[in-house]
């Protein structure tokens, strides 16, 4: 009997030779135990080694190997053949990026919007190290810790349709993690995050697909974060128009 | 140096069709598309009371009216949008209001739980009050 083999389809670009991505199908051998980045390792090898794509850790944490597969964003180092097998599966850059080169998307706007909400405790006045660990309860920590499990794979920017249609939309991730860091007891940072976070682009582009919240791997829910961002902006802006607002 | 390599991002267009091809996308456009009949049963009870507001004949006409199989088949429609509007939104309710009673997090269900016990508390004061 022969070993089993299974379809992979691969959506190729080449910036030097193709005009748009095309796919091609790859017949790779069929395991029970491998991942689509295995199957993709496979393919580099042992039959085209020109096939770019990224990854790095190989579990679940680098967040580097995120693609489409069949269609839902999804890490490649996460995704079993065996849920797909006998049929075809169907791999193509994270959509809403600009494509690199195959698999590779560009993801220099990304960086960019998560430099911009500041992604790090702010505190009113430096620490000097000298002042030792800087205490959270761990009560504390639990009103913020799902979101400090976000590992940047940009699979919740593929999955929101505001993403594409509004390209200057901060983002899902990105918007979490201004939360994530609103909430720690130890910053101060907040009205400076809300610059961004509470602009239009801000968490008023969001319009509560919740499709991020979905596809995220480590279970974070960007959607919470930025509905209850989207409460406390009102609150602010009520405040304010109070006489003793500021 | 190493030859630089000419970069040529491509960028793919969103279809207009994107909402189409997967049901959470398709779900999150029903859930919106349910804002038009909201806002025009809500254009009908503003009708109602312009013209609760010109008299007794007024009302009566306009009361007359919706007797009609029209007025009849909208408010049909109407309810089974603002139905799935309704259940959607309170399905969402927890993430946008998470409650934390001192170190416990308030389970989801039970918030969405008391926005139904709301709604109902609301829906019979207000059919009572209409009736007395």
Same mark, same amino acid.
């Given at each position: ?24 199908? *790859? ?47 999804? %890490? ?43 992604? *790090? ?19 504390? %920590?639990?009103?913020?810790?799902? *979101? ?32 994530? *860091? ?58 304010? %128009? ?5 | ?132």
């Amino acid at each position: 009997m022969s070993e089993p083999v299974l379809e992979l389809e691969v959506l190729r670009y080449r910036p030097e030779t193709d005009q748009d991505p095309v796919f091609q199908t *790859y017949t790779v051998p069929y395991n029970s135990d491998w991942v689509v980045l295995d199957a993709l390792t496979h393919i580099k090898d042992n039959i085209d080694r020109t096939l770019s794509f990224r990854w790095s850790c190989h579990m679940a944490v680098c967040g580097s190997c995120g693609v489409m597969i069949n269609g839902e964003p999804k %890490l490649s180092c996460h995704t079993f053949l065996r849920d797909y097998y006998p049929g075809k599966v169907r791999v193509e850059p994270l959509t809403n990026f600009p494509i690199e080169r195959d698999l590779v998307t560009v993801a220099d706007d990304f960086m960019e919007k998560l430099a911009s909400v500041k992604p *790090y405790v702010i505190t009113e006045e430096d620490r000097p190290v000298s002042a030792g660990e800087h205490l959270q309860s761990p009560a504390d %920590l639990n009103s913020f810790k799902q *979101y400090t499990m976000c590992i940047n794979c940009m699979l919740c920017y593929a999955a929101c349709p505001q993403m594409g249609l509004t390209p200057d939309f901060v983002g899902p991730a990105a918007l979490a993690l201004a939360h994530r *860091y609103n909430l720690d007891t130890r910053d101060a940072g907040r009205e400076e995050r809300q610059e961004i976070a509470a602009s239009n682009e801000g968490v008023w582009d969001c319009t509560f697909v919740g499709a991020c919240s979905q596809v995220c791997p480590k279970a974070v829910d960007p959607a919470a974060a930025i509905q209850q961002t989207k409460i406390a902006s009102t609150v602010d802006w009520y405040k304010a %128009l109070l006489p003793w607002g500021k | 140096m190493g030859e630089v390599m000419d970069r040529r991002p491509y960028v793919r267009e969103m279809p207009k069709s994107w909402w189409l091809g997967q049901r959470r996308y398709t779900f999150y456009m029903v859930r919106e598309l349910t804002c038009l009949f909201i806002g025009a049963y809500a254009l009908v009870i503003l009708v109602g009371l312009f013209r609760l507001s010109q008299g007794p004949v007024a009302y009566g006409a306009f009361v007359d009216a919706l007797q009609g199989p029209f007025a009849i088949a909208f408010h049909l429609l109407a309810l089974v949008f603002a139905l799935f509007h309704t259940v959607t939104w309170f399905g969402l309710t927890p993430k946008a209001m998470p409650l934390r009673l001192g170190e416990k997090t308030v389970p989801g269900t039970a918030i969405i739980v008391a926005h139904y016990a709301v709604w109902f508390v609301v829906s019979a004061t207000l059919l009572l009050v209409a009736r007395a």
